[in-house]
């Protein structure tokens, strides 16, 4: 899984937070392309897009807060 998400509207900080809350259903890796914050995850047993879409939700809550 391999989630692409523009720098103006996610904050690293949301991101980091989010990875090291799922770190238990997934690997998640954090890197930096030009506008643009790739965060790949590997999962072994998990539905990836079930992970993907709570993780999405997760960060954007973190943002409202």
Do not use: C, H, T, W
């Amino acid at each position: 899984m391999i989630l692409k998400l523009n720098k103006e509207i996610y904050p690293e900080k949301a991101l980091k937070r989010a990875i090291k809350f799922y770190g238990k259903v997934a690997d998640f890796r954090l890197k930096e392309q030009k506008d643009y914050f790739l965060v790949s995850g590997y999962l072994e047993k998990e539905d990836a897009e079930l992970v993907k879409n709570e993780f999405l939700n997760f960060v954007l809550e973190v943002i409202r807060q």
